[in-house]
């Protein structure tokens, strides 16, 4: 997944503990095989390898192509998992702002109104266009580590893959966890702690890869549709059932900037919590300090 | 026609387009317009009757 | 989910139940949401418009409902609904032809005063996937009346898009009517219905499905209102009703979503009885929802229906041998409005609202050349509090 991950368990027996943590290794190490952009021999290189001809995907990558084309729906186009060529061009390690030329170049490869989409048929439009599943893979694989431990009997325990955290049950006692909301800037610091007794909770923030030229901060939340990096939160962090949702939830209000986006996860009605710049926080989450 | 997928339900799976929204207020009109006319309302299994004027 | 989801979050979780394993919700949803609710209901009729005699206090009936749904395990929801119900007010009694054969309705000298106690107990199984079979009964009681239902019913998801749905109910109806002997009314008696009902329900795209369906019912026994008498002639005789009654409905819905905060219902409702009724219905509502947990549902009804074969206002010696002069067995049309105002705080709803009904022979459809003198206009104002768990 390429970040840090833990998992924390509560078993009656040390061998239930490990038959549950394989079957999240297991889980974990497929997905990534499956999914991840950053390897040559993944599914999503081999979407992108027929991009003129097209593949049948499987059931479960159709599952994710069709969240992505709601999310997509539901943002009026700022959820775009065709946005990676985009993205690349803010990346930090450029150590310099993309020109015209080269924004209107990825542009040309960006935009699922491009791709041809009808199940199980995928077909890029352009050769040069790549489909990211990132943006909900990790929360989906959040939610997947913790059935797979339930299916392995044990109830109680957290999966946290990078902040992104869906829980396997409560505490045996019934008690909540106390989890850490991750701190914009500072990854490895945790901006707030909740009780959480189930579900998932998910933060989308502007933490790393971002684009810093003279002091000023170029995030790497990116407008699809101008190529233009998006005014927004320095995080947001939603609680929902599912992982899933709460990192949809909170992409989708990182994409709609500051007030499109507090507007959005107040009609939501999940509970969130909201980071900006200058380090004052928003929404509704009851945080223990 | 085409197939409406499972994420494109969203809107179908709101409160405001159930069949019924709010049963208990359906139940109290039924009842009124049931006892002040000839023919029988909603359909669906009979409820009791009663002896309303 | 326990509490209502918003209709972005509902988006959300219908886009994400594939992958969460949970099942993708429909606009068929039996809704198996756990709520209490109560409600409190003020039925107010109006005066007479035309000529009458004896007390003009007219009917009004305040209501209470409670509502309990709840779920047993992951595949059972049982529903609990209690109504309790004091009427008051004099009714109409019999019809008498005044001066130039213009009827005058004369209402019962009396107050009748009484509670009705009302119970429905169902349990839904869902065998998942919108497959549910659901079965209820019904126990009301008056202390002149008493009726015991039973039905059934199964929805039956046929394809993505389509669903049957389906079912029967069977009641029975027992009638000890008030100071029997003292009026030569008839001291006991029963009725029978037996109902049969079938729909499909259409997704017709991302915005807006549609349901069709068809019920018979079929009643014997005891049909009258023992309460009613009937002008023939000089004399007055007990409202005599044929001992079966064949009715058959057709029923139409519409829903549509206007953008993420508006919905449309369209419901027609067209029936035909072997009385020689038939009748009309049509309704509109509006839902839509406003910020900070506000909702305003404005609707309109209009109904009509024609007269059975054996009414009349009053009827000429020899008559029969049935005939009523009950007025909902008249020809006449009403129309109707009402609004209902909500607002959601947490976990509490607050609902309050109002219908104005209004009935005449003058809305009935295609006219009528008989007079039904007392057609009921009433005023309904209703207020309530729901609580969703989660």
Same mark, same amino acid.
């Given at each position: 997944m390429g970040c840090p991950c833990a998992l924390h368990l509560e078993t009656d027996t040390e061998s239930s503990a490990h038959a549950a943590q394989a079957s999240v290794v297991a889980e974990c190490a497929r997905l990534d095989r499956k999914y991840s952009h950053y390897r040559d021999d993944s599914f999503v290189a081999q979407i992108a390898a027929n991009a003129g001809s097209g593949i049948d995907v499987d059931e479960e990558t159709a599952d994710l192509l069709d969240f992505a084309a709601a999310l997509h729906a539901q943002s009026g186009g700022l959820f775009d998992i065709t946005a990676g060529v985009l993205t690349r061009l803010w990346d930090a390690r450029n150590a310099r702002l993309p020109g015209k030329d080269e924004i209107s170049a990825a542009l040309a490869v960006t935009g699922w109104q491009r791709v041809h989409w009808q199940r199980p048929l995928l077909r890029l439009g352009d050769p040069g266009m790549r489909v990211d599943l990132g943006g909900i893979v990790k929360e989906y694989a959040a939610d997947r580590c913790a059935q797979t431990c339930r299916d392995a009997g044990v109830d109680s325990g957290v999966v946290d893959l990078g902040g992104d955290l869906a829980l396997i049950g409560p505490h045996r006692?019934?008690?909540?966890? /106390?989890?850490? /909301?991750k701190a914009p800037r500072a990854p490895g610091r945790s901006a707030a702690r909740i009780e959480l007794p189930r579900g998932g909770l998910a933060t989308s923030g502007d933490y790393e890869r971002a684009l810093i030229i003279d002091g000023r901060r170029y995030s790497h939340i990116l407008d699809p549709r101008s190529g233009e990096p998006v005014q927004s939160f320095a995080s947001v962090s939603v609680v929902a059932d599912r992982c899933l949702v709460a990192g949809a939830a909170a992409t989708l209000a990182m994409l709609m900037g500051i007030d499109r986006g507090g507007a959005y996860l107040r009609e939501l009605g999940l509970p969130h919590l909201t980071i900006t710049d200058d380090g004052s926080v928003g929404g509704d989450i009851a945080c223990i300090d | 026609m085409q197939t409406v997928q499972p994420w494109q339900r969203g809107r179908l799976a709101r409160w *405001?387009?159930?069949? *019924?929204? *709010?049963?208990?207020? &359906? &139940?109290?009109?039924?009842h009124a317009y049931f006892s002040k006319e000839g023919t029988s309302g909603e359909i669906g299994a009979a409820g009791g009757g009663c002896g309303c004027n | 989910m326990g509490a209502r989801a918003s209709p972005s979050l509902s988006f959300l979780l219908a886009a994400s139940a594939a992958l969460t394993g949970h099942a993708p919700a429909r606009a068929d949803e039996t809704g198996s949401e756990q709520y209490a609710g109560y409600r409190f209901n003020v039925y107010s009729e109006d005066v007479l418009s035309a000529p009458a005699l004896g007390d003009p206090r007219r009917y009004k009936v305040y209501s209470q409902q409670f509502l309990l749904n709840t779920t047993i395990g992951n595949r059972y929801a049982l529903s609990v609904n209690a109504t309790h119900e004091v009427m008051s007010g004099s009714s109409p009694w019999y019809v008498l032809p005044g001066p130039g054969g213009k009827p005058i309705q004369v209402l019962s000298g009396a107050t009748i005063r009484d509670h009705r106690n009302a119970a429905t107990v169902a349990l839904t199984h869902d065998a998942g996937g919108n497959d549910t079979t659901t079965i209820s009964a019904t126990y009301s009681q008056e202390r002149d009346y008493h009726s015991t239902a039973l039905g059934a019913e199964r929805t039956l998801p046929l394809n993505a898009a389509l669903t049957l749905g389906f079912g029967g109910s069977f009641s029975h109806d027992r009638i000890e009517p008030f100071d029997a002997s003292l009026y030569d009314r008839i001291q006991r008696a029963e009725k029978n219905t037996a109902s049969a009902f079938a729909s499909l329900s259409l997704v017709l795209d991302r915005v807006s499905a549609i349901e069709s369906g068809i019920q018979l019912n079929y009643q014997t026994g005891y049909l009258s209102d023992p309460y009613k008498l009937v002008s023939v002639g000089d004399a007055l005789d007990p409202d005599t009703r044929p001992d079966r009654r064949t009715e058959a409905a057709w029923l139409v819905r519409y829903r549509r979503a206007f953008g993420e905060n508006a919905a449309l219902h369209l419901d027609s409702h067209l029936a035909a009885n072997s009385w020689g009724q038939h009748s009309l219905t049509l309704e509109a509502n509006w839902y839509q929802s406003l910020r900070d947990g506000w909702q305003l549902v404005p609707g309109v009804r209009y109904y009509s229906q024609s007269r059975a074969r054996f009414y009349a206002p009053?009827?000429?010696?020899?008559?029969?041998? $049935?005939f009523s002069s009950d007025y909902r067995l008249g020809a006449f049309g009403?129309?109707?409005?009402?609004?209902?105002?909500?607002?959601?705080? $947490?976990?509490?709803e607050f609902s309050a609202g109002g219908e104005r009904y209004h009935a005449t022979t003058g809305y009935a459809l295609g006219g009528t050349a008989l007079a039904d003198p007392a057609t009921v206009s009433y005023t309904r104002i209703f207020a309530g509090l729901d609580y969703h768990f989660d």
């Amino acid at each position: 997944m390429g970040c840090p991950c833990a998992l924390h368990l509560e078993t009656d027996t040390e061998s239930s503990a490990h038959a549950a943590q394989a079957s999240v290794v297991a889980e974990c190490a497929r997905l990534d095989r499956k999914y991840s952009h950053y390897r040559d021999d993944s599914f999503v290189a081999q979407i992108a390898a027929n991009a003129g001809s097209g593949i049948d995907v499987d059931e479960e990558t159709a599952d994710l192509l069709d969240f992505a084309a709601a999310l997509h729906a539901q943002s009026g186009g700022l959820f775009d998992i065709t946005a990676g060529v985009l993205t690349r061009l803010w990346d930090a390690r450029n150590a310099r702002l993309p020109g015209k030329d080269e924004i209107s170049a990825a542009l040309a490869v960006t935009g699922w109104q491009r791709v041809h989409w009808q199940r199980p048929l995928l077909r890029l439009g352009d050769p040069g266009m790549r489909v990211d599943l990132g943006g909900i893979v990790k929360e989906y694989a959040a939610d997947r580590c913790a059935q797979t431990c339930r299916d392995a009997g044990v109830d109680s325990g957290v999966v946290d893959l990078g902040g992104d955290l869906a829980l396997i049950g409560p505490h045996r006692d019934g008690s909540p966890w /106390i989890v850490g /909301i991750k701190a914009p800037r500072a990854p490895g610091r945790s901006a707030a702690r909740i009780e959480l007794p189930r579900g998932g909770l998910a933060t989308s923030g502007d933490y790393e890869r971002a684009l810093i030229i003279d002091g000023r901060r170029y995030s790497h939340i990116l407008d699809p549709r101008s190529g233009e990096p998006v005014q927004s939160f320095a995080s947001v962090s939603v609680v929902a059932d599912r992982c899933l949702v709460a990192g949809a939830a909170a992409t989708l209000a990182m994409l709609m900037g500051i007030d499109r986006g507090g507007a959005y996860l107040r009609e939501l009605g999940l509970p969130h919590l909201t980071i900006t710049d200058d380090g004052s926080v928003g929404g509704d989450i009851a945080c223990i300090d | 026609m085409q197939t409406v997928q499972p994420w494109q339900r969203g809107r179908l799976a709101r409160w *405001d387009m159930r069949w *019924d929204p *709010d049963p208990l207020q &359906a &139940a109290m009109s039924q009842h009124a317009y049931f006892s002040k006319e000839g023919t029988s309302g909603e359909i669906g299994a009979a409820g009791g009757g009663c002896g309303c004027n | 989910m326990g509490a209502r989801a918003s209709p972005s979050l509902s988006f959300l979780l219908a886009a994400s139940a594939a992958l969460t394993g949970h099942a993708p919700a429909r606009a068929d949803e039996t809704g198996s949401e756990q709520y209490a609710g109560y409600r409190f209901n003020v039925y107010s009729e109006d005066v007479l418009s035309a000529p009458a005699l004896g007390d003009p206090r007219r009917y009004k009936v305040y209501s209470q409902q409670f509502l309990l749904n709840t779920t047993i395990g992951n595949r059972y929801a049982l529903s609990v609904n209690a109504t309790h119900e004091v009427m008051s007010g004099s009714s109409p009694w019999y019809v008498l032809p005044g001066p130039g054969g213009k009827p005058i309705q004369v209402l019962s000298g009396a107050t009748i005063r009484d509670h009705r106690n009302a119970a429905t107990v169902a349990l839904t199984h869902d065998a998942g996937g919108n497959d549910t079979t659901t079965i209820s009964a019904t126990y009301s009681q008056e202390r002149d009346y008493h009726s015991t239902a039973l039905g059934a019913e199964r929805t039956l998801p046929l394809n993505a898009a389509l669903t049957l749905g389906f079912g029967g109910s069977f009641s029975h109806d027992r009638i000890e009517p008030f100071d029997a002997s003292l009026y030569d009314r008839i001291q006991r008696a029963e009725k029978n219905t037996a109902s049969a009902f079938a729909s499909l329900s259409l997704v017709l795209d991302r915005v807006s499905a549609i349901e069709s369906g068809i019920q018979l019912n079929y009643q014997t026994g005891y049909l009258s209102d023992p309460y009613k008498l009937v002008s023939v002639g000089d004399a007055l005789d007990p409202d005599t009703r044929p001992d079966r009654r064949t009715e058959a409905a057709w029923l139409v819905r519409y829903r549509r979503a206007f953008g993420e905060n508006a919905a449309l219902h369209l419901d027609s409702h067209l029936a035909a009885n072997s009385w020689g009724q038939h009748s009309l219905t049509l309704e509109a509502n509006w839902y839509q929802s406003l910020r900070d947990g506000w909702q305003l549902v404005p609707g309109v009804r209009y109904y009509s229906q024609s007269r059975a074969r054996f009414y009349a206002p009053f009827f000429a010696a020899g008559s029969g041998p $049935d005939f009523s002069s009950d007025y909902r067995l008249g020809a006449f049309g009403a129309a109707a409005a009402n609004l209902n105002l909500r607002k959601r705080i $947490d976990h509490w709803e607050f609902s309050a609202g109002g219908e104005r009904y209004h009935a005449t022979t003058g809305y009935a459809l295609g006219g009528t050349a008989l007079a039904d003198p007392a057609t009921v206009s009433y005023t309904r104002i209703f207020a309530g509090l729901d609580y969703h768990f989660d």
